[in-house]
């Protein structure tokens, strides 16, 4: 039984006691998100990594993606930045392989952290069409299947499975004359012209039962990829993205039907001003279903930066529902990212959540336990309360006071002390 059964027979299962512990929300609170489709919980049954719950009134979580290319394959350091990763406070992490012997690395990164792991299926079905027919246009339909299920059974915890893209979609990515930016999406791009080569259907949009059951079996959570997200600013929310948003919602009623975790996935690339209205729309057609944004980023042209446009991104789309953010890391649109990208990434990310939760949740006391901790100087307090300690520890040591209440930037002239003095009669410390 999934847990999405187990919540409609209203039985409240020991992962959505944990959730709950974990969320400080009820376990019925669990139990009835989880049945309505609004929460998924996280943990193929062969794997059982810690329950992580994502849905409406959860706290926002994190993902980071990591995997090797076909110009750089180091599994060494695709498992450091897996580590890295969870280190850092990801709640989940996607194993994005293309280069290499992709079972194998997968298989490892499965066994080197206890996050809940995703995939893109069809990576691994481009990367085996190659090796066998050397043409992705080339893969036989039995593939799409075999892939997913030998995925399925190595403990992958949840697929973005790309089931939206239909002849529907391409239509209108066709009618509206294509795009700025093109197809970013490598599993919508391997798609397209795996369907245009071979005029068919998607074959997991046109067997979609298979697609449910096969993810059934070991309750893995069903991600339904966004292949038409937007990769430019100017294509956001176009009319294919929107196609393919209906789409792959009215999947999410018929994979939730049979008992399927699902979470819907979104763009990408958007203005500030569309993101709201992007959140909005997806929560609305999806039935509230758990809501995946990759980034978003809002702007396409601070390549190095993205890390740090994608915090104001995220942190828009959680404020008004996304559940799950995807990090972007400095590396972002220009090459395969470092261990090091990934720590920032993670960081920034983080940050955004956070940012989202204030509004989103209204959480704030941590933030007023810091203004207190400031006004009273008590610099220590502050170290507990910053979530980056090693960073503020870091720069607080590298450049001392004279004054040890004060810090460098104002020194004698310290502005609270100055204040504390005539207000409460603050005296120096020894
Ligand atoms: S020295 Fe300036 S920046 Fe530092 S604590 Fe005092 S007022 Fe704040």
Known sequence: MTQLEAAKSGIITERMKK?????????????????????????????????????????????????TSTDIIDLDMEEKKAKVAEEEGADTLMELSTGGD??????????????????VPLYQVAAEAIKRYRAIVKAPKELFFEVLEKQVEDGVDFMAVHCGINRLSIERLKKQGYRYGGLVSRGGAFLVAWMEYNNAENPYYEEFDSVVSILKRRDVVLSLGNGMRSGAVHDSNDRAQIQELIINCELADEARESGVQTMVEGPGHIPIDEIEMNVKLAKKLSGEAPYYVLGPVPTDVFPGYDHIASV???????????????????????????????RIGVRCARIAAYMGDMVKLGRRERDL??????????????????????????IRSTRPPEAPDTCTMCGKLCALKAVRRIFEGYEEPR
């Open 19 to 67: 959730v709950a512990e974990k969320e400080g929300v009820s376990p019925e609170y669990v139990r009835e998100m989880v049945a309505q489709g609004k929460m998924v919980i996280m943990g193929n049954t062969l794997r059982n990594p810690e329950p992580l719950g994502i849905g409406k009134g959860l706290r926002t979580k994190v993902n980071a993606s990591i995997g």
């Open 102 to 119: 992709l079972d194998e690395i997968r298989r490892r990164i499965l066994k080197a952290v206890s996050l809940p792991v995703g995939t």
């Open 312 to 342: 104001a991104g995220a942190a828009l789309a959680a404020q008004y529902g996304a559940d799950l953010i995807c990090y972007l890391t400095p590396a972002e649109h220009i090459a395969l990212p470092f261990p090091e990208d990934v």
């Open 369 to 394: 336990e810091m203004a207190i901790a400031r006004k009273e100087l008590d610099w220590s307090r502050q170290l507990e309360i910053a979530v980056f300690k090693d960073v503020f520890q870091e």
